[in-house]
């Protein structure tokens, strides 16, 4: 029973570099989104989707695109990676029944120098 | 928009006695979803409990049991018989129990960190 599955656990960028994040699920989740937590601000909302073709802004889309593809996948990119993009990311997926908690990757941690 | 806070962003217990996380809300919705995430060192994120806004009884996950007060929007999680293993950043988080428009989405406080001394 994979869950969740982020890609990959580390990942230390330069300036200016873009790169995606990958994250698939196998419970034929409706629902995905990613968060990104930092210090002292919990985790907050970037981009979700409520199915394939589907995709929507959270509460920090600024500077990173999603795509669904899949019903299983998920990506996130990262178009032109800044030092304020250093944090730590997860990936999360739920059935589309609101009384579901949220199914969480294992987080992946960026570095951007 | 719907809120979540945490008002004690750190917390400690002394092994096997009882510590209560604070959480409050603010929405103007009727039916809702609350949880409690337990996140430990390995940064996994773990649910400790949930809580259907429309139940008047509070949820209970063995040592763990909520105190939900919907007139007060505050849903404070109580940890009995702590043990080492319950040191974490604990979160709280509001999800809306309508399907459209966004409010899919979990919304989340910002955290306690919460430390247990043997």
């Known amino acids: 029973n994979a869950g969740v599955t982020q890609t990959p656990k580390f990942q230390v960028l330069k300036t200016g570099q873009s790169m995606t994040l990958q994250c698939a699920q196998d419970?034929?989740?409706?629902?995905m989104s990613w968060y990104r937590q930092d210090p002292g601000m919990g985790l907050r909302l970037i981009h979700y989707?409520?199915?394939?073709?589907?995709?929507d802004q959270g509460e920090v889309p600024n500077g990173y695109n999603v795509s669904r593809s899949t019903t299983e996948d998920f990506p996130l990119r990262l178009l032109s990676a800044a030092p304020s993009q250093t944090s730590v990311y997860f990936c999360?997926?739920?059935?589309?029944?609101?009384?579901?908690?949220?199914?969480f990757g294992n987080g992946t941690r960026l570095t951007v120098t | 928009a719907q809120t979540v806070t945490q008002s004690q962003p750190e917390m400690s217990v002394q092994e096997a006695e009882t510590v209560t996380l604070s959480c409050t809300y603010d929405?103007?919705?009727?039916?809702?979803?609350l949880f409690w995430y337990k996140q430990p060192p390995s940064r996994q994120m773990i649910l400790v409990i949930r809580?259907?806004?429309?139940?008047?009884q509070n949820a209970t996950e063995n040592r763990f049991s909520v105190n939900f007060q919907k007139a007060a929007k505050s849903f404070s999680l109580k940890i009995s018989d702590s043990q080492l293993g319950d040191a974490a950043m604990y979160f709280c988080?509001?999800?809306?129990?309508?399907?459209?428009?966004?409010?899919?989405?979990?919304?989340f406080g910002k955290g306690t960190k919460l430390t247990v001394n043997p």
């Open positions: 929405t103007s919705e009727s039916d809702y979803y």
């Open positions: 999360a997926s739920s059935p589309i029944y609101y009384n579901s908690p949220l199914h």
């Open positions: 419970m034929n989740h409706e629902y």
């Open positions: 988080a509001y999800r809306s129990a309508r399907p459209q428009g966004g409010s899919e989405k979990l919304v």
């Open positions: 989707s409520v199915g394939a073709g589907i995709t």
């Open positions: 809580q259907e806004a429309y139940k008047q």
